[in-house]
């Protein structure tokens, strides 16, 4: 298999890409790790996969298609990461809902896409809030991502932490939003393992799997989804 990471030197994809290059869940995979940065190349070099330069945010769909020639699948685990709210809808939103459309072009059927707990419409991000931009730009992204022919999973992991992993979670519910209350926290590292189990698992195609910390292994967690 091979797989292209798209946001490859995120704080999620740092710890992704090893365990997909090392088969710590699987069997290993060719990864090619995409940063925007010539300078960011050597550190994803470092970590296992082949890089290469997409500037996501500039970069045309037939440009990302290009990027995602030959793969098996892709993984956007990219973002703006805060700050305008001009620049997260350019990442967050338009740049992604190109990938998906280029992931068709390329014929790379498998996309997962890394979002957020609360990706739903009842969200309850409110406009005045800084936070909305995101909100708004990854529920559009994921609602055009499932409008798609392709293979495709939405991961909505809860508050992220650097917490080592525990290789468990609990699955939330996948509509709705989350009750007032509900820890939805999760460490980085446990998500990375999620990201990595939902390339080999077809039962999240089609889903949007949200989750948290929880008691259950994470495969067994994926291959008995409600």
Do not use: C
Request: proline fraction near 7%; avoid cysteine.
């Amino acid at each position: 298999m091979k797989v292209v990471v798209i946001g490859a030197l995120g704080k999620v994809a740092r710890q992704l890409v090893p365990l997909l290059v090392d088969g710590g869940t699987g069997p290993a995979v060719d990864v090619v790790g995409a940063v925007r940065k010539p300078e960011q190349v050597d550190r994803v070099a470092d970590l296992g996969a082949d890089p290469v330069l997409l500037d996501v945010e500039h970069a045309s769909t037939d440009e990302i298609a290009a990027a995602l020639a030959g793969a098996d699948a892709v993984v956007w685990s990219a973002g703006a990461g805060g700050g305008s709210p001009e620049r997260t809808y350019a990442v967050d939103r338009d740049a992604a809902i190109r990938s998906m459309d280029a992931a068709a072009s390329a014929g790379v059927r498998r996309y997962v896409m890394v979002s957020w707990v609360g990706s739903t419409p009842e969200h309850g991000v409110p406009e005045t809030a800084g936070f909305f931009a995101y909100a708004d730009a990854k529920l559009a992204a994921d609602d055009h991502l499932r409008t798609t022919d392709l293979d495709w999973t939405i991961l909505g992991p809860g508050t992220l932490t650097d917490e080592p992993p525990t290789g468990r979670i609990a699955v939330l519910p996948e509509t709705g939003a989350v009750p007032a209350g509900t820890d939805t926290s999760v460490p980085r590292a446990d998500v990375a393992q999620v990201v990595a189990a939902t390339l080999r698992e077809p039962a999240t195609v089609g889903r949007f799997v949200r989750f948290s910390s929880g008691g259950t292994p994470i495969p067994a967690a994926l291959r008995n989804l409600d």
